[in-house]
């Protein structure tokens, strides 16, 4: 890595900031070169850098001056003004929120699936990223759809409360204790009670559409993932906010073009970078949330078909919400596009 990019890491007090800071001091990357940023709340504040801790500044258009790379870990909102403030102080940027993702003239970079999207030609200064849904269902077709060919993905994601941010795990942690104590939650970031609960809502739902925004979102994010293929396969399906603090976990029913025995299945997933196959289910060995803590892998397994419909694949998958599915994604795009020549 050039020694004199310096990487401004917004959202630096969030999930996924906190992870994002934690890969870059993973890869060596100076404490010197990384700045930290969040909105007037956290100025001030200290975040860990490996065993150094850096000052949260105030993002403000002329603090990216300077910079060679900004990740914008921060709310669809922010990252609006802010992405073009750091591309007009002459910075590379991604963004991990959903601002840009319907944007056509921003490239949708998904690491490891389409990262020579980073080396092309684009418009601007800025790429987005797919959500952690997205990014843990396209890792499972794509080596199917290699394979056998996929015509549709159904997906349903049991999401921790870590999708909503810190604020999110303080509200699990608030209702669970309020339950214990016998007293009913008055419950804020999420629509119900989702402590001992499941809401099948995860954020506002689309305008005049009986899905949400969250669901809606990985269905256009495969699309334009996908587009290269002429017969790009569909991902649909249910968001769910469970109680857990960290990982998703996804049941995934995918629909094969040509049909191939559950064996042949598991070998084509095998075959991906991006997946762990954890498929041994005599000895209990399946993916899980509590097993996915900071692996840059998707975990799958639980395979199965059933004669009847030997097209359709079901299986059973998991992955790190904040950092295989949003901190890795930024640093591994940031990392690369900040190679580019200026
Ligand atoms: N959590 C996940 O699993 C996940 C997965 C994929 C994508 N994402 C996306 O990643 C982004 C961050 O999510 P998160 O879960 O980390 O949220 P979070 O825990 O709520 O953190 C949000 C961060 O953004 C900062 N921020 C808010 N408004 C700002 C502003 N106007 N200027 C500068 N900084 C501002 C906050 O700083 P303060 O401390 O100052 O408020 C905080 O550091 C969101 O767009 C989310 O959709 C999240």
């Known amino acids: ?70 990740l914008l870990a921060t709310p669809a909102e922010a990252s ?29 970079v998904l690491p490891g699936f389409n990262t020579e999207l980073l080396g092309a030609t684009m418009k601007g200064r800025l790429v987005c990223l797919p959500s952690a849904v997205t990014t843990a269902s396209v890792h499972v077709m794509e080596p199917l759809r290699r394979a056998f060919g996929v015509v549709r993905a159904q997906v349903t994601a049991m999401m921790s409360v870590s999708s909503a941010g810190v604020r999110g795990v303080a509200e699990l942690e608030k209702q669970t204790a309020d339950l214990m104590s016998g007293r009913e939650p008055d419950p804020s970031a ?10 099948p809502q995860v954020g506002g739902f689309m305008v005049g559409s009986p899905w949400t925004e969250e669901e809606g979102g ?11 293929w002429g017969d790009a396969p569909v991902l649909a399906g249910t968001a769910v ?20 025995p559950v064996e042949q299945v598991r070998a084509a997933l095998k075959t991906s970078p991006a997946l762990k196959v954890l498929d041994t289910p005599g000895e209990r060995i399946y993916p899980m949330p509590m097993l996915v803590t900071s692996d840059p892998t998707v975990h799958v397994g639980r395979v199965r078909a059933f004669p009847q419909a030997p097209e359709w694949v079901t ?28």
């Open 218 to 228: 990985w269905t256009l994010e495969a699309a334009r993932l996908f587009a290269t």
């Open 190 to 199: 999420f629509p119900h009670r989702v402590g001992f609960n499941l809401v």
């Open 80 to 108: 609006r003004t802010l992405a073009p403030a750091a591309q007009a102080a002459g910075a590379w940027v991604v963004d991990v929120s959903s601002a840009f993702r319907s944007d056509g003239n921003v490239p949708l």
């Open 241 to 260: 906010q469970v109680p857990s603090f960290y990982g998703h976990g996804l049941t995934l029913n995918v629909q094969l073009k040509k049909a191939g």
């Open 1 to 70: 890595m050039n020694e004199n990019l310096k990487i401004a890491v917004v959202g630096a007090t969030g999930v996924v900031g906190r992870e994002v800071l934690a890969a870059l001091y993973a890869r060596d990357v100076p404490a010197e070169q990384v700045r930290a940023f969040g909105s007037e709340r956290s100025k001030g504040l200290e975040v860990e850098y490996g065993e150094d801790s850096l000052e949260v500044e105030r993002a403000v258009p002329e603090a990216f001056k300077g910079m060679g790379l900004v």
């Open 315 to 342: 299986l059973f998958a998991a992955v790190d919400n904040a950092t295989r599915g949003a901190a890795l994604n930024l640093v591994e795009a940031g990392l690369k596009l900040a190679e580019r020549p200026v």
